[in-house]
């Protein structure tokens, strides 16, 4: 029936549709000699760690990822002493060997630092094409994760894990061009 039976599939005929779309846009503005318009992506992966020894502590973060009572901390995001802050080394290291396990997996990431939230950090992997970007942010959640725990963290992917605090959001940078044009996107 032509109905999609997986996850994927519904992202390679958005893209096929993408392309064909754009390619009659740009017939209209002249442009006959393209023959291929891509859709690339690049996620912003923000993440809590906490201590694994709090985290075992708390059941409600064992359970659902997420604080479900407590009181706000004594010290949140006043100041942007975190944001700009070094990263402690602890951190650091677990990073480096997060990197290091992406490489391996030939997914290259090209950002990384504090984010507002004590305890918030935040992973970025290059540009690349949209199908395959979705499958790189899999392997870097799963990655994180099982990073964490060797590192003796429990590593927080829920939207909100903490009430009054930013969250572990998701950012997707998303374009589309060509390769005679580059970015359709800029005017």
Request: aromatic share 8%; proline share 5%.
């Amino acid at each position: 029936t032509g109905e999609a039976l997986d996850l994927k599939t519904p992202l390679l005929r958005s893209i096929e549709a993408l392309n064909k779309s754009a390619l009659k846009a740009l017939a209209l503005f002249g442009d006959i000699e393209s023959t291929k318009v891509s859709s690339t992506l690049g996620a912003e992966q923000e993440y809590f760690l906490v201590d694994a020894n709090f985290a075992n502590s708390r059941p409600d973060l064992l359970l659902s990822g997420r604080t479900l009572f407590g009181k706000p901390p004594a010290k949140g995001q006043q100041f942007d002493d975190h944001y700009f802050g070094a990263i402690p080394e602890r951190i650091q290291v677990y990073m480096q060997d997060v990197e290091e396990k992406l490489y391996r997996l030939g997914i290259p990431a090209k950002t990384r630092h504090n984010e507002v939230a004590p305890g918030q950090f935040e992973i970025a992997p290059y540009h690349e094409a949209a199908n395959v970007a979705t499958d790189h942010q899999q392997l870097i959640m799963t990655t994180l994760r099982t990073m964490a725990k060797k590192h003796g963290f429990m590593c927080l992917l829920h939207e909100k894990p903490f009430a009054g605090i930013n969250g572990s959001g998701k950012h997707v940078n998303w374009s589309v061009g060509n390769a005679t044009q580059g970015s359709l996107l800029d005017p």
